[in-house]
């Protein structure tokens, strides 16, 4: 089986920093792409930022420029800096990891528990 698991959460006045980290461990044959989501009391859950097996990034509209996704292939984590935070980046912080456990078997989705983010004004 395959765990996520997201650290760095906490409490930041807004204009701070955050640093998150998702772990990966288990059986891992393959990490094809690991990213993060997040979801707001009342809201549904969307992509924050994505980084594939083969580098290529994205970033949803309202965190470019401010946040920044990164992963560490041999250590099977995955970080995403968050700078300039607003009030607005409030929410329950979801690491996601499309998963090959072996070299034979199909790519599967894996989800967290999550890590809260809460930005005061």
């Known amino acids: 089986q395959v765990q996520l698991v997201e650290s760095g959460g906490g409490l930041v006045q807004s204009g701070g920093s955050l640093r998150l980290s998702c772990a990966a461990s288990?059986?891992?044959?393959?990490?094809?792409?690991m990213d993060w989501y997040r979801q707001a009391p009342g809201k549904e859950r969307e992509s924050v930022a994505a980084?594939?097996?083969?580098?290529?990034?994205n970033y949803a509209d309202s965190v470019k420029g401010r946040f920044t996704i990164s992963r560490d292939n041999a250590k099977n984590t995955m970080y995403l800096q968050m700078n300039s935070l607003k009030p607005e980046d409030t929410a329950l912080y979801y690491c996601?990891?499309?998963?090959?456990?072996?070299?034979?078997?199909?790519?599967?989705?894996?989800w967290g528990q999550g890590t809260q983010v809460t930005v005061s004004s």
């Open positions: 980084v594939t097996d083969y580098g290529r990034i």
């Open positions: 996601h990891a499309v998963v090959r456990r072996t070299n034979w078997g199909s790519a599967y989705d894996y």
């Open positions: 288990g059986t891992i044959f393959r990490i094809n792409a």
